[in-house]
């Protein structure tokens, strides 16, 4: 997530300067004979370019306003995840409590193990999840040893899915720490609402990785904006005043509309791994040291993420 | 759902040039006499295309929301759909463990049949009903073979909605998984409530196919782009330069909006069998894979779908 | 809801002639004194159309939008009420099986009346609130003789709200099936939900039917309507061009925002019982002819409803 | 709630010609020099009052559209009060049978007496918290002795918040009706429910109520429109045409925009007691008039409300 | 928030003046050469501006748009936060009752200092979690004394995240007061789901906090408004009549999409501590008074918060 103020222009005109070229060789071809051998008979009123201008504009807005839901519907989904987690470790937490089992009203060894585990297995989720939706290698978090058992860590490795791995041994454990007495009714069903939630959660967050905008609104966006510039081009020499002078404002409507564009374009994949991206590190990060802090008492907690050239990741 | 990022023109011309024609006749009529018997009277000033394009630019707008609306919310319902496969094999699955009666603490061997087969039978059920939403034959998925037992697939060639007729099925096994002890009490509940849930989305599915996006709108949405090529043709002669340059000009803008329009209508129905749909096989497929993968531990899985000539499907 | 993918003209021109004619005359009483004195000096330039042109289809974009959101919703409403009576059909439906108490173990005669009889009764209920919606004679559907029992539908007859009165009676039913050990404690909870979710459904129903698009904004829309033709009038004959030419130009621009805005006020009214109605009907019998022959096995099943004249009730 | 098709210019005039007499003084200071003296180099072209003139329109849409949802997320609220207080005699009344202690068997004399009073009392919140909605004495209302006990009603006249206060007090006969065996278990969890969504729906109302509009919105649409008019003033007069005809013009255009930020002002605040008002009166005695007739079979009911003069309170 | 009906040019002056006087030497720059020389070769027709000032609108009217579902859902999630603590209240309160264990029918001395400390501990938490969203010190409020155990009060100064650490420790008394048999099994099923929805609603406050509207978006928009003052100062010289009046029309129109900018801009930050602050003082003692004059009976309350220099704080 661009967390800076300031857009820096070195970083875009690498991007654009292409694109503001070829927009100025079509704008120029149009522009130069009409202005140099006075065709003005071929030139068009401003009627066209404006309609087009208008269609092009609600168009866009169409597309910002899209691109914007989709991400922030990430950045969303990505907090309910939090969320999840949180409530796995309201629910698994004993506050400097024993792991009484609440039928027999003694303390359980069993829970003891299985239910920090299963906090610690739903932090790792996430960092693996972040990997997975990021298109990185999976195990890559260096501190996924303090969160996973070894075993458990290295099945993974050769897993179609490890994150939905993980949520079918948070069932497992389930089980056991409920034969153990863990859950009191309630907690009992909303630690299988959280499982359920993560399923549709995860489920959700893979569907805005695979969906993208459809390709016919990108694509012939783009092409109505190169169609404005030839438009203009055609229409702004016509009268007297503007020459030569056409070319530039043609290229800077032309720029405009491709910003805009382009911006939507990058906005809509929150998973991807560039300055973009939803702060899946950071706010994974701020869980495990706030549920390492409540739910263990640790206290040799990892950073907080700072952000890195003016993005947070 | 299209996947390559740009669309070609060969697959457009086809399904446009018929309109483009009977836009260059309806212009060059307006046109032709205007220019050729200088009937400059009989033009128009530029009020009524703009104030036309502006109304049509929004109503467009407008119909380009409710289609990527439409698409979107019959991509979520699948995704849901898949969610709650998910969540069944969550459910129903033992993860290397025996199926245990909890009330007995015996293994239940019934439930060693029935509840795998539950499993299967809601990936079938996701098979059936994407089929039924595309109206193909049901039955046609060659893998059913592997999810459904041979008497119950039979069962179905004769239902008047099959995938329903499973989602009754499950409501039986789930009441003999039940009484062999197999849920406890919150994962009992949650099963009732993805039939809920499942009865709900697939009513929604349906809801979305059978719903067309208002005949009106579509009828005088494209009524009004036809006009609009009328007024521009009546109003761009009128001014000194353009004479039957605007023939061109006024069908360039009937296209765009007809382009529009299109990706509209061609949006609206995400279950239609074409390059647009919601990618049901390679989503379903997927699951088939994950939870084949999870729950039977499975490692002959079948492939996943791959785009064909830029679409998945 | 109209299905035909045309709208015939001559369903329309009774219904618009006469405003057309009075916007003719308007337009007239303005344009032929300017053209037939020449007073050009009362003339105006484009600048107030063109604001007022943009303003009212801004207003009629948020106006388009909301009528299409109400019908959605109507459809929507309507769409949950048929998945909760599946979801009675799940709930109370033995597929083949006996009505066993699951406290005793053994078969409840009482319960083989009395859950047929709810699930019947929940068919009914859509049937009659179908009628009440439309303002029709709630029992008139002739079909309620095989869904309700003699003595329950008379006694409908003199309720001041005859689906309301099922519903409570569906609450007597379940208490009786409940007492017969019919329902597992999940499946128990939920039909409590479903009366919920039914009391909810059906008073947002009444909701959307008697609450009307506020008349603020169609009275206005209308005036605004009217002013711009008149301004229209004002402006077209300004320029050299149009003379008598500007009336039918500002009756084709009052005509499209009247078009626009009329379809509106049809779609706002998602019951009442014209061309536009939530086929209503064609979805109940759907889900009767479904339900009946899966909760019951019934093979002589009423046909489904086809559309008349291009619509669908 | 206005119900009447037209609006009555009567009713508006005394609103508004206060302020269109400033536009048209406004208008008056700057043409009348420019027409007298001839000074058209003080006039500006079509360009800025064009911009500003979209810019607006887009302003007031989108504060038309909040204004519109405000108003109709207040129906919504209140029309889910309805719903719960539609739940809430569900699950307390019993249709002619006894109030049966499901754990005993035998009947509960306690409870006839606590249940009946507890659906009254829930129509009895409804009424006040109507009143305290629209800042009247909250125990106006006369029917109010039918619906509480005496004692219960006093102690309502000293509380800080007299409809919260009976949510509490609900909370306290359930506790009693719930050890009087009355709710089998599904129903019991239901009531709680209830609890939580009515004092979830009672934040919603009040927080609609105390949070307006942002200031800023609505200061500045109106500044904007007054600079428009001036704009419109500088800039008709500067064509060869209009003269002091621009005056009216200038101030058409400013009334239209004045109406539709006046309406969104009238919409916004749905608790407030005038025309526009959520008709709770009018809900509340339906939902009376129901509940009575069903849970009581009273037959000597309230009559419904009618519009007055118009409107629906 | 802002509870003024009008805006004091004073308070925006400060905040304006910079910005107004850099577009007037744009502009200056721009139009006074083209004048003074008579440069009238270098200025542009009005198709450029019109076709960016619709642009920039739509894209305003989506910003504007969205800052203000941003407020509002802040908004919202305070509400819900308000609405989960009165549902602590409605729980765990006994009216003028003893806290009876459900399961002995004897009164519990431990579930009477036990609950209240919930109901007082989830007022607190509302105080701290306030502070900690406007980035103040958490544990400001002077009321925290009457509110928490000194003991837990001193515990939260070191904590990295106190308002969670109350969450937990909600939990841990939660255990207590069930198992002294305080919920009867509905209630109990409700504190845990008010622990979820809590822990999500955190989850979501802290997400608005630290995502801000993207940067892209506000810093183009802005770029977009000063190219539109330079290519208004190009065109407007162009005509015959505006000269040196070109410049403040062009800052005029630059200032008024400034200050729609500028309302987002102030918008987007439901809990910085200035004047646009949702509420939360007034609404977290509102509900102090109430909680405490129900649940305890209290009289001495605290007063509610009144508006500062016509701001609630």
Chains 1, 2, 3, 4, 5 share one sequence.
Not at 16 to 26: C, G
Not at 68 to 89: E, K, M, S, V
């Amino acid at each position: 997530m661009v967390v800076e103020k300031t857009i820096k222009f070195r970083r875009l005109i690498p991007i654009i300067w292409k694109r503001m070229l070829k927009m100025a060789l079509l704008s120029a071809i149009i522009v130069v004979p009409i202005v140099y051998f006075d065709l003005r008979q071929f030139t068009i009123t401003m009627q066209a370019p404006l309609i087009l201008g208008t269609a092009i504009s609600i168009f866009l807005g169409f597309r910002t306003n899209s691109a914007y839901d989709r991400w922030f519907q990430g950045r969303a989904l990505w907090g309910d995840i939090g969320g999840c987690t949180r409530n796995t470790a309201l629910l698994c937490s004993r506050n400097k409590e024993a792991y009484t089992n609440y039928k027999t009203g003694k303390e359980s060894k069993l829970a003891a193990i299985v239910m920090p585990r299963m906090i610690k297995r739903s932090i790792a989720l996430m960092w693996i999840f972040n990997k997975q939706l990021k298109d990185l290698p999976p195990l890559e978090y260096e501190g996924l040893d303090n969160l996973l058992e070894k075993e458990e860590k290295e099945s993974l490795a050769h897993s179609v899915n490890p994150s939905l791995q993980l949520l079918f041994n948070q069932g497992r454990d389930f089980r056991i720490a409920n034969s153990e007495g863990q859950f009191v009714d309630g907690e009992h069903f909303e630690f299988v609402a959280i499982q359920r939630e993560m399923a549709l959660l995860m489920t959700r967050c893979n569907g805005l990785k695979n969906t993208r905008f459809p390709t016919h609104y990108t694509y012939f966006t783009d092409l109505f904006v190169w169609l404005l510039v030839a438009l203009l081009s055609m229409s702004l020499p016509g009268e007297e005043s503007a020459g030569y002078w056409s070319i530039p404002i043609a290229v800077l409507i032309g720029w405009i509309f491709s910003m805009i564009e382009g911006i939507g374009n990058f906005m809509d994949h929150p998973w991807t791994n560039n300055r973009n991206v939803v702060p899946m590190d950071f706010l994974t990060r701020s869980h495990e040291i706030e549920i390492r802090s409540f739910a263990f008492g640790d206290t040799d907690l990892p950073p907080a993420f700072e952000p890195v050239d003016g993005a947070l990741y």
